[in-house]
């Protein structure tokens, strides 16, 4: 599985505690997209699915966020690791999945489809520069469309932060990262 970036613990990408994953790669290559950089296939750290897991484990934070580039062009592997980690953690763990994809392209895709009923939720269509989130929180445009896969998810429907934005800035020993959504 190849990564562009992780957060092990991040409160800026999603409801609670969670690991960010960004993916390296994208053929959509949406216009105004915030990850230029993790387009192409180049750049990125390969992960071995086992080890990605266990290296969640050890950090302690079994919720998911999957972000891109774009997760489900990684059509082998992205399946293969969402398979291992719900073995591993069941439901005790949340996973939500932010793609380009419009909910009917993922629909017809039976693999993207059946990688998507591996997450709790899916956030899905491609980012419009144009189209500003109006409200939600997380979203990218307001063209983007959400589906609770899970009775969990969709509990969490009702509740989801209107008109609220926040963003992490974190010291490494490589510099300096954003993430999450300052504006």
Not at 57 to 81: N, R
Not at 138 to 164: C, F, K
């Amino acid at each position: 599985m190849k990564l562009a970036d992780i957060a092990w613990k991040t409160l800026a990408e999603g409801p609670g505690e969670r690991t960010a994953l960004w993916f390296q790669g994208c053929r959509l290559r949406c216009g105004g997209c915030c990850n230029p950089q993790m387009w192409t296939q180049e750049g990125g750290t390969e992960w071995d699915v086992e080890d990605i897991c266990a290296q969640i484990k050890k950090q302690g934070c079994p919720s998911l966020v999957l972000l891109g580039g774009e997760p489900l062009d990684q059509t082998l592997e992205l399946p293969t690791f969402l398979k291992t980690f719900r073995k591993q953690y069941g439901t005790s763990s949340n996973i939500w999945l932010f793609s380009g994809y419009t909910w009917e392209e993922i629909q017809k895709d039976p693999i993207k489809k059946q990688t998507c009923a591996l997450c709790d939720m899916v956030i899905a269509g491609p980012y419009q520069a144009k189209a500003p989130p109006e409200f939600r929180k997380w979203i990218g445009s307001s063209n983007q469309t959400v589906h609770a896969m899970t009775p969990d998810a969709r509990d969490y429907l009702p509740r989801w932060p209107q008109n609220e934005y926040s963003f992490e800035l974190t010291v490494t020993e490589n510099g300096i990262a954003l993430n999450g959504w300052p504006i």
